[in-house]
């Protein structure tokens, strides 16, 4: 094999990446697992899979716009409330209404909380949003945990199942496809966001938002419709949750569950879109496993502080930062091209049609 093939290869295995190799070993075992776990097992792996469209919808916030969300619940709980209504009392449930429903109201939600904290005159700071969104969560777990219509404190049951024409999607295989489906169609769409010239404002605004302000990007205006689009994420999970589920209470929209969302990703790595994916997996089905365990159950909230806490102080990138550098991370935009070659000192430089040249002085 000559030296350029083997160059050539050497920088197709380069230019491939951490982040290829892991999601393309994270499709794989997302295909194998229908033919190897019982279907118990994937009503749990599709329940992490939900959650971690909840996951990306935070990383699109914080891994690539710098905004310290605690609300990705809020838009999660909305929209998971809203469609068990429209299940419950108008018969309303296939897949084609629900999804949509689910995402417009996310959207709909995060654009006008984006209107309040993101877009005034002054640039806020990321405790003000993070406080925010905070306390919109809190208010409204604490409003459907009053409301007598909703359920209050006990929740609301989803009766009918998800639809798909006149076929039901009952949790397991199938709900699982169909959640495999959503996730991956999410997953390219926020993967093309975020390497789009709309992802390399995106990156200006990680390095230095004051400068891409002054060289006249609206950077609050970007900050809002990224916010707006994960709020759709979020409501979108939501949705799909709840008849996943068929139960919706107040724990779905509250702090709690918008900090977990948080942990997922800083565990998993913010910033790689697939690092908080795996970060569901491995906290999800971490609890899964140790809920059998009634001593080690009760400790389980201490022992995963603790964890965070050496993560956050020790590899602050996530456990993908151990195999994802820095540069991979905030990828590259445009076509590449090769940097032109520089003569070496004491040749001439002969152009032809064919290109430029390098000779030795003295050489005819």
């Known amino acids: 094999m000559s030296g350029s093939t083997k160059n050539a290869m050497s920088a197709k295995r380069r230019s491939l990446g951490a982040i290829a190799i892991i999601e393309a070993i994270l499709l794989l075992v997302l295909i194998c697992i229908p033919f190897l776990f019982s279907d118990f097992s994937v009503t749990i792996i599709t329940r992490i899979l939900i959650l971690a469209l909840l996951a990306i919808s935070f990383d699109l916030c914080w891994g690539y716009s710098g905004i310290l969300s605690f609300g990705q619940a809020l838009f999660f709980g909305v929209s998971a409330y809203a469609v068990t209504l429209l299940a419950n009392n108008a018969g309303l449930t296939q897949i084609w209404i629900i999804l949509p429903v689910g995402m417009a109201i996310g959207f709909v939600l995060a654009l006008t909380l984006a209107w309040c904290l993101l877009l005034g005159k002054r640039r806020p700071e990321p405790i003000f949003v993070a406080v925010g969104t905070l306390t919109a969560s809190y208010a409204a777990e604490r409003l459907v945990a009053g409301w007598q219509w909703v359920g209050a404190g006990n929740g609301m049951s989803v009766s009918p199942f998800l639809q798909i024409g006149s076929y039901d999607i009952e949790p397991g295989p199938v709900f699982y496809c169909v959640a495999v489906v959503v996730l991956l169609i999410v997953y390219l769409a926020s993967r093309y966001l975020v390497r789009s010239q709309f992802g390399l404002v995106l990156a200006g605004m990680r390095q230095n938002e004051e400068r891409l302000s002054y060289l006249g990007y609206r ?146």
Do not use: C
């Open 219 to 364: 950077a609050q205006l970007f900050k809002a419709l990224v916010f707006s689009f994960a709020g759709m994420i979020a409501g979108l999970a939501g949705s799909l949750y709840a008849f996943h589920e068929g139960f919706v209470g107040p724990g779905s929209m509250g702090f709690t569950l918008s900090t977990y969302v948080v942990l997922y990703a800083l565990f998993g790595g913010a910033g790689t879109l697939v690092g908080p994916i795996i970060g569901v997996a491995v906290i999800e089905g971490l609890s899964f496993a140790l809920s059998d365990f009634d001593s080690i159950r009760s400790l389980w909230p201490v022992i995963l502080g603790a964890i965070m806490l050496v993560v956050v102080v020790y590899k602050p990138t996530g456990i993908l930062g151990f195999v994802v550098s820095q540069r991979e991370k905030v990828g590259s935009f445009g076509p590449r091209t090769q940097a032109p070659k520089i003569p070496r000192p004491g040749s001439q430089v002969v152009g032809n049609a064919a290109g430029v040249t390098e000779r030795s002085d003295g050489v005819a």
